[in-house]
């Protein structure tokens, strides 16, 4: 009977799926190759469990390993065939079992008839850009359009890399297993391809190669690139153009990724929907109330503000003042966030009343001070009314840790009990 066995290789996030081996769903690498130990079956069955415990190892050494996988798709176990151990040819080979691993090569047939599976081509890499936006870009959305460069299939010899008629040499030494060095005194061996044949197995002579694209199989060329930003976009988001990254022959082309930067705005604050500014209002303003047009917009919209003089109620330095409505749009929706003004007074210049009598009007005018604080001792200070906080806190002392007047003079004085 075929059963799945499922597991998950690395980070948890490769799930493969495997209708070969008689394994249950759900073991996890070592239940599966425990389950397969020729230890663990009758004297019998021990040569297929051998086999089954090899091809365990080997699949998950494959499939957890990006170079190797590229490898694996692109030129199936032959790329392995030189490092496979005495044991591993014969029985349910390798091939087989990776070909019920996401559909990548090989064939089911002797188990259900199901027919061969076409191999998934690789896929390229991706180009990953930062983008720099304003907010009134995200506000309003954008349309951006630039000149790129990358590299396409060459049109002259269809990606071959070699003239009409002319045939390829096989490159003895396509791929090869090498050392890299993870730590001093570490090596560990990895899969190496070679640079001429940048692993497809042949390559021309000089004399046969493509006079377009001189056996490089692509050629650069220059594409105009337009993004679209919508309007509401955050700092961080992806614009992706799907399958525009460089072309390679046999493979998929990456996506071109632009992460949204967004810059900082000179007056404006953004909290995902929401949009806050600080406004300047005079004391007059914010005593009598005013009608007037606080701030511009980020679509160029003058924001006005009629508030009128209400009997006993005056703003202050902080009040805000919400506006429901006016903050960025929401992608997924026609609504839009609120703005938060909040109220900053500007003060009148000293010297700026100069009349007496009118300074006595203003204090009838405006309300009493507060109860005068009562105390028994009561001294008249002199005062500095141009400080700044910048000098607060210079005058304290470090109060970590003391010093013996004798560790001044480079003394040590140790206690010592005198015995009479």
């Known amino acids: 009977m075929v059963r799945d066995l499922s597991w998950h290789i690395g980070s948890g996030k490769t799930h493969i799926v495997i209708e070969i081996l008689d394994i249950e769903r759900g073991a996890s690498r070592a239940e599966a190759a425990l389950s397969s130990h020729p230890d663990k079956v009758p004297e019998n069955e021990r040569a297929d469990a051998e086999t089954k415990f090899k091809l365990v190892g080997k699949a ?7 170079e190797k996988r590229h490898l694996y798709d692109t030129h199936g176990m032959s790329a392995f065939e030189a490092s496979q151990g005495p044991g591993m040819s014969h029985g349910v080979d390798l091939e087989e079992m990776l070909a019920q691993m996401f559909g990548m090569g090989g064939s089911t047939d002797g188990f259900g008839g199901a027919g061969p599976y076409p191999r998934k ?6 180009e990953v850009h930062s983008y720099d936006v304003t907010l009134e870009d995200l506000y309003k959305g954008k349309v951006a359009r630039f000149a790129s460069k990358k590299k396409v299939i060459c049109r002259h010899c269809k990606g071959t890399g070699g003239k009409e008629k002319s045939k390829p040499m096989q490159c003895g030494a396509w ?7 993870v730590g001093p005194g570490l090596v560990t061996q990895e899969t190496v391809i ?3 044949c940048k692993g497809t197995k042949s390559v021309y002579k000089e004399k046969d190669k493509c006079r377009k694209c001189k056996g490089e199989r692509v050629t650069e060329e220059k594409k105009a690139v337009e993004i679209f930003i919508p309007p509401g976009s955050n700092h961080g988001d992806k614009i992706v153009l799907e399958g525009e ?15 949204l930067i967004q810059l900082e705005h000179k007056e404006l604050r953004r909290a995902g929907a929401d949009l806050s500014a600080d406004v300047h209002i005079s004391l007059a303003e914010a005593l009598c109330g005013f009608s007037r047009v606080l701030l511009k917009h980020l679509d160029g919209r003058g924001i006005r503000i009629n508030h009128p003089r ?14 429901a409505g006016e903050g960025m749009p929401q992608k997924k929706s026609e609504a839009k966030g609120d703005l938060y003004l909040v109220i900053q ?9 100069e009349q007496n009598q009118i300074a006595t009007k203003l204090q009838e005018i405006l309300p009493q001070q507060a109860d005068t604080i009562h105390a028994d001792i009561v001294d008249e200070v002199e005062y500095d009314d141009t400080a700044t906080l910048s000098a607060f806190g210079i005058n304290s002392e470090d109060q970590d840790g003391w010093e013996d007047d004798d560790d001044d003079n480079g003394n040590t004085t140790e206690a010592q009990c005198t015995q009479q």
């Open 121 to 126: 081509p690789r896929r390229g890499k991706d």
């Open 345 to 353: 007074i500007d003060f009148p210049e000293n010297d700026w009343l």
């Open 175 to 181: 791929v090869r297993q090498g050392l890299k060095s």
């Open 194 to 196: 070679c640079s001429a």
């Open 60 to 66: 998950y050494e494959i499939l957890s390993n990006d």
């Open 310 to 323: 209400a009997v006993g109620r005056v703003l202050k330095p902080g009040s805000v003042i919400k506006v």
């Open 245 to 259: 990254a460089d072309q390679e022959p046999n493979q998929e082309p990456g996506n071109i990724i632009f992460n």
